[in-house]
């Protein structure tokens, strides 16, 4: 029988589950409401949340959902994912911590699970240029590698040296060159669907870190002074036709549109804000909005940057 969230009783499959990764001693966490770590604020219910705490428990972990036929999802920093308020049936697999930054020569590495920001201030510390533009970018190491993260002209995928990740189909641990990774404008073709980066390595250049740091505060004040504050899932949509879909949205009429809790920012038309009680519904029913408004006044089918589960 399939896993149904029913308001706290937990079935079958799903069960057994739980009871195996107790058994190993893996942190694990039943019905957690994703809006307490959402950068949205909103979402629904976790049924079974894992934190594996390194990567022979993240093995472990791969090998008990596919026993027990289970779905299954990853999350980072959660910056740009967001969970229906119906919740996520199966196991939620949280990478945070899949820590570790260290580095040699000109080369950073950093688990899944470390925060963007905290590499870049790790990369300026030792005069390693590279990160600034995508400073204030919140997100985990993992998550801004599958989303292939940018800003002002630069992306991940210009950072990366190699990848290793827990590959779903035989459970085992791969290296993989960028340069043979499908790395696009805010994804990487699925490549990651059924794979779970672990650790990630950075070709940086050697800089003074005076000036590393200028480049760093720089990117965060054009951030402050171009993005809301409110919780947000970042942009919403991809750009079209080479212009932000916010653009597109504003002229449609619909920036400040709010529904519920959820709010088309007065600062920038492509952010869904949480003014307060915002949920998952509500977003999405501003997302719908856009997406039938510029595709009517405008002739665009924008293109979602964000990933709805559940
Ligand atoms: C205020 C704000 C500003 C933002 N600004 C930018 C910006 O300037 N540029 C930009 O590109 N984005 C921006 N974003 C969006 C977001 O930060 C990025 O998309 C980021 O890469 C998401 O990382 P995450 O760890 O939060 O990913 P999540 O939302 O947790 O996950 C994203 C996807 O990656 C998958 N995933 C996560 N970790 C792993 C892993 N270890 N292995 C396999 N799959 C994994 C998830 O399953 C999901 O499909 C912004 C978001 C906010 C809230």
Not at 30 to 36: A, D, G, H, I, Y
Not at 111 to 122: W, Y
Not at 127 to 148: D, H, K, R, W, Y
Not at 258 to 277: C, E
Request: glycine share 10%.
């Amino acid at each position: 029988m399939k896993n149904l969230l029913t308001g706290g009783i937990i079935f079958n499959n799903i069960k057994q589950a739980q009871t195996e990764f107790a058994n190993l001693g893996i942190l694990t966490r039943t019905n957690f409401p994703s809006n307490e770590f959402s950068l949205y604020c909103g979402g629904g219910l976790l049924e079974l949340v894992v934190c594996p705490t390194s990567v022979n428990q993240l093995i472990q972990i791969v090998n008990i959902i596919k026993k027990n036929s289970l779905d299954y999802l990853v999350i980072g920093a959660c910056g740009n994912t967001l969970i229906k308020d119906t919740g996520f049936s199966g196991v939620t697999i949280m990478t945070q911590y899949l820590k570790g930054i260290s580095h040699r020569n000109n080369t950073l590495y950093a688990g899944a699970g470390d925060k963007l920001n905290i590499l870049s201030k790790k990369a300026m510390s030792c005069g390693l240029s590279g990160f600034e533009p995508l400073t204030g970018i919140p997100a985990s190491v993992g998550g801004a590698c599958v989303m292939n993260a940018g800003a002002f002209g630069t992306e991940m995928s210009q950072l990366i040296k190699d990848i290793t990740y827990i590959d779903f189909f035989d459970s085992r641990l791969k290296k993989t060159f960028a340069g043979n990774l499908p790395f696009k404008y805010r994804h990487t073709n699925g490549f990651f669907d059924d794979k779970i980066i672990t650790s990630v390595s950075f070709k940086l250049t050697s800089d003074d870190t005076s000036k590393i740091k200028a480049r760093c505060i720089s990117a965060l004040e054009t951030r402050k002074l171009t993005q809301p504050s409110k919780p947000s899932l970042g942009c919403v949509f991809k750009k079209a036709k080479g212009i932000s879909a916010g653009y597109y949205i504003e002229k449609a009429g619909l920036k400040g549109f709010r529904i519920g809790g959820a709010q088309i920012s007065q600062m920038h038309a492509n952010f869904i804000v949480n003014t307060g009680n915002g949920n998952a519904s509500n977003y999405i029913r501003l997302v719908e909005i856009s997406e039938n408004q510029v595709l009517e006044k405008f002739n665009i089918k924008l293109e979602r940057e964000i990933i709805v589960k559940g």
